[in-house]
């Protein structure tokens, strides 16, 4: 592996395109085979809520806890210029809170269950994240000093009121629990922004791959390993496939726990009729060769390939196929594990871009002498299977679980608990900074 700074993930194919592309949008279905709800549209915010009866709330419409104190002004970061005919135009709580469902189970709130006098505040501690929807903060609830994480969902650019995309990472999330999968704890209002509230994670994979004061070992990477299978294992049980694993979208806290985050683009599948989904889904990088060659039907395996590149992430430090454009990655990965043939992946030829981005000349598989001295046999072994082409062939989260790299080849798993004693916490946002910094010292030669 060269030891130069490697270039940025590109970033993805917007969310709006992914979900605008899919054929049978679950969130229209679950609406009871209404569009979007009505209640999240401008107009709406100026009229005020619709009655009763038009109400997504009010049909068999799940959505999550909505929670607000009166007013969340310390919601607000110090520097960001708030305009309060901004927040005011915005839905109100009061109206947001009458389309939405109360909550749930008191008890698994993080906060005193407290109804009408509840005072929460969330003081913002700094930003952690930047994402396609908005910015991710981490704040800290001043009444338990609980850290969180708020996702706040931007709605400034949006002409058709609350984004879908942000419902159906709502509606997915409140679905799932599970200790590989990131806690949703409720929805907030503050000034007219909706915020998803999540558990608090210190660090994201790329944040943490990319410091050089503490290195995991051989025990710790299996524990990852294992932890982000048994994610994507009840992820797909539950029917679930997450379409944008990736370092960033993988959390990590200081007790070496580690949770799949960012639902954006993630969506109930069928489980015994494929369906057809968009094929534009999957940071490049992490993109399985099926989307690559034009697929539309598709399974959770486009999960596994992506999993495997994170496999060998982490044992690398670096993302491992690194394509400029959807060519290219296909290029990057020939070079690596050799050209699909019609005896390593039967309907190859049959996808619909086939004639358009196969192989000019076939190339042989080089995967195990490139990777050999990073990886034990066992590990070896169970990359490979993840990164098979046919994704029939495919290794599943669940047999990948039992295979001998966790079985039977020492050493045991590990949690990785020495990421307490690391200085800082590291996220995407941070590394990106450090790089731009880098950069700019280079250009200016200081
Ligand atoms: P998107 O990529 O759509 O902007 P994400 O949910 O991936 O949204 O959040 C962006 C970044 O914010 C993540 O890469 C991660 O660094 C940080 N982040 C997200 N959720 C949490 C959380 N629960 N705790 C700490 N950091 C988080
Ligand atoms: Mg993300």
Known sequence: MSPVEWPEVPSKRTRDEAVASDRDDQLRVEVNGRAPPPLWSPAQRRLGPPPESQRPGTNNHQIPPLQFPAR?????????????KNGDAALTPVQLARTLEQDVNPAT????PSTTTR???YAIV????????GKVYKARNTVTNVHVALKRIRMEAERDGFPVTAMR???????LRHQNIVRLYEMMVSNGSVHMVFEYMDHDLTGVLSQTQFSFSEANLKSLCSQMLAGLAYLHHKGVIHRDIKGSNILINNRGELKLGDFGLARFYHK????????RVITL???PPELLFGATVYGPEVDMWSAGCIMLELYTKKPIFQGNDEIHQLDVIYRIIGTPTAERWAGVTELPWY???????AIPDHFRELFQKWLSPAALDLAEQLLAYDPARRVTALQALEAPYFKDEPPSPELPVGLSTLEGEWHELETKRERAKKRRKLETGM
């Open 169 to 175: 990472e709502i509606k997915l999330l409140q679905s």
């Open 126 to 133: 700094s930003q952690v994240g930047e994402g396609t929807f």
């Open 272 to 279: 015994r009729r494929r369906a057809d989904y968009t094929n």
């Open 109 to 112: 709130r993080p906060f005193s």
């Open 355 to 361: 004639e358009l981005v196969k192989p000019k000349d």
């Open 285 to 287: 990088w992490y993109r």
């Open 119 to 121: 005072k929460e505040l």
């Open 72 to 84: 969340h002004d310390s919601l607000v970061p110090p520097h960001s210029p708030r305009s309060a």
